[in-house]
């Protein structure tokens, strides 16, 4: 790591990977350019030859996108970061990077539905299967892994239920088997939950979320050991293609510089909003770690700085009274994206999590009447008063 290893998160956040050109530029540049040129033919030969370092092609390497890079590994405490075009595509060059036709995962069940969709209807197309487990069953995951198994996957918390899962007891289950432990930390970040000191191999990003924070652009990132991601996991996203582009790094390298204060703010907003909806007559259940009802609420105040922006509930009714809350908000937008200063609103059964079959979204319990909001940066005040006008 550079020298703002020293340094805080904060500071790290705003100073790390930052290479100054002989423009002596106090902003981080942007640099749009998808080839590099040479000083003469014999340089050319030794870039290709990987002799000589240096950028080639951005499809490989970008400054901007190397700033970005090292920005969020040393957040995240890891010696890598590669930055890639989606947070899907991070999963993909993961898995795709590190295992082989007749390899085997183990997954909780309660991830992002794309991520489910991947695993169990794409993957298997190319010879890997996944086995699914309840998050925090941690004798499931045990008696899931077989000795074809090399990757354990997670999020925590999950999507849209909140759920927290024990970081360290999972490494442990993961490198008792010989398996590698991936944490998809898109809902916490790095300013709230750091999975690689608590044992973590790998961490993904959907940096489309919280690290652009305004809703702008898509991409993601993978982060941990130069042993882990430097030869396979590399490799696969050179050949692969699925890079970052340049623009998009320079919104999130900016975006981390005030991931923390967003964070704190989308927290305090999220746990004001779920103490009042925990006691409004039309609702059934709230979930969000911050609540002394949530069933993992000692371990959220332990492993994380902080409870998180995704609040979700259950009206009293079904699909119908859900649909109706969501018809009647004013300021909430009705969209599946999260981790935006605007705060958003879903109905997970219909939307994000419709590819799930019946069964398995009753499993990862998706009920009708469920809804997700990833609470922004208004006033709270105004989405109180939003969301009163609009439940029964
Ligand atoms: C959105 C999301 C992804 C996928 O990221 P994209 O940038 O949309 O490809 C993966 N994991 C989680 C938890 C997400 O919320």
Known sequence: ??????????????????????????????????????????????????????????????????????????????????????????IMCTVLGL????????????????????????????????????????????????????????????????????IKKLADIAHNNDALLVVDNCFCTPALQLPIPLGADIVIHSATKYLDG??????????????????????????????MSPFNAWVFLKGLETLAIRMRAHCENAQQLADWLSSHSSVERVYYPGLDSHPQHDLSSQQQSGHGGIVSFEVKGGQDVAWNVIDSVDIFSITANLGDTKSTITHPATTTHHKLSDEQRQLAGIKSNLIRISVGLEDTNDLIQDLDQALP
Request: charged share 20%.
């Open 1 to 90: 790591m550079s020298d703002t290893d020293k340094y805080g998160i904060n500071t790290r956040a705003v100073r790390a990977g930052q290479v100054r050109t002989a423009e002596n530029e106090h902003s981080e540049p942007m640099f749009l350019s998808s080839s590099y040129v040479f000083a003469n033919a014999a340089e050319a030969a030794a870039r290709f030859k990987g002799d000589s370092p240096g950028n080639i092609y951005t499809r490989f390497t970008n400054p901007t996108v190397r700033t970005f890079e090292q920005r969020l590994a040393e957040m995240e405490q890891a010696e890598r970061c590669i930055g890639t075009s989606s947070g899907m595509s991070a």
């Open 99 to 166: 295992l082989k036709s007749g390899d085997h995962m183990v997954s909780s069940r309660s991830v992002f539905g794309t991520t489910v969709n991947l695993f169990s209807n794409i993957f298997p197309k190319f010879g890997i299967n996944t086995t699914f487990v309840e998050l925090t069953d941690y004798a499931a995951w045990e008696q899931a892994i077989t000795s074809e198994t090399k990757l354990l996957f997670f999020e925590t918390p999950s999507n849209p239920l909140t759920e927290i899962a024990d």
């Open 214 to 243: 305004q809703g702008r652009c898509l991409g993601g990132a993978i982060v941990g050991s130069e042993a882990i991601l430097g030869e396979d996991i590399y490799g696969f996203l050179r050949s692969g293609g699925a890079s």
